[in-house]
T-cell receptor, first 115, second 116 residues
Framework: DTAVSQTPKYLVTQMGNDKSIKCEQN?????MYWYKQDSKKFLKIMFS???????INETVPNRFSPKSPDKAHLNLHINSLELGDSAVYFC??????????????FGAGSRLTVL | AQSVTQLDSHVSVSEGTPVLLRCNYS??????LFWYVQHPNKGLQLLLK??????LVKGINGFEAEFKKSETSFHLTKPSAHMSDAAEYFC??????????????FGRGTQLTVWP
């Protein structure tokens, strides 16, 4: 009954590879997000989608490509992985775009290690 | 522009003593403020939120925070720490205007250690 589920939980790969992280929410929320947490625990938004439409696209390298096939899913594909991509990636969702008052529900995170 | 400063990167307390985690924010508009907790190897969980109602906000697990506009602060407190409170705590600010609609700004986190 996990509200926001991400797979895989752990991912170890070599530089230059391409990998994907999947996210699904069963809360009926309209808005989904990807956040990156670096080794110092700092969290920064990467993308947000509202009803499959891209809303926020931070200054993220274009090697990162989110895809939202429907409002319950937001996947993250990363091409040509680099050492600096090693981090924990969190998926989250909120009821709507007006997240000033809405709460984010986070997944458990996907720890990516690039060797 | 919105930003959040968590004044302490680490706080250590003994079990049963009070907890104070400090947070200052800056916001161009009336902010919404949140505290989230992250236990090791887990996702973030909402502790409490302030959205322009009562300035003293009560959250889960006995935590509360007070919004002080004059001091631009939103400090998190708990009267008596429990071992299970050991975690990373994030103060978060959001506003609802303009191009930053839907964007949250996270503080750098405060690691709370609770000694037996």
């Amino acid at each position: 009954d996990t509200a926001v589920s991400q797979t895989p939980k752990y991912l170890v790969t070599q530089m230059g590879n391409d990998k994907s992280i999947k996210c699904e929410q069963n809360l009926g929320h309209d808005t989904m997000y990807w956040y990156k947490q670096d080794s110092k625990k700092f969290l920064k938004i990467m993308f947000s989608y509202n009803n499959k439409e891209l809303i926020i696209n931070e200054t993220v390298p274009n090697r990162f490509s989110p895809k939202s096939p429907d409002k319950a899913h937001l996947n993250l594909h990363i091409n040509s992985l680099e050492l600096g991509d090693s981090a924990v990636y969190f998926c989250a969702s909120s009821l709507s775009l007006h997240s000033g008052a809405n709460v984010l529900t986070f997944g458990a995170g996907s720890r990516l290690t690039v060797l | 522009a919105q930003s959040v400063t968590q004044l302490d990167s680490h706080v250590s307390v003994s079990e049963g003593t009070p907890v104070l985690l400090r947070c200052n924010y800056s916001s161009s508009y009336s902010p919404s403020l949140f505290w989230y907790v992250q236990h090791p190897n887990k996702g973030l969980q909402l502790l409490l939120k302030y959205t322009s109602a009562a300035t003293l906000v009560k959250g889960i697990n006995g935590f509360e925070a007070e919004f002080k506009k004059s001091e631009t602060s939103f400090h998190l407190t708990k009267p008596s720490a429990h071992m299970s409170d050991a975690a990373e705590y994030f103060c978060v600010v959001s506003d609802e205007r303009g191009s930053t609609l839907g964007r949250l700004y996270f503080g750098r986190g405060t690691q709370l250690t609770v000694w037996p």
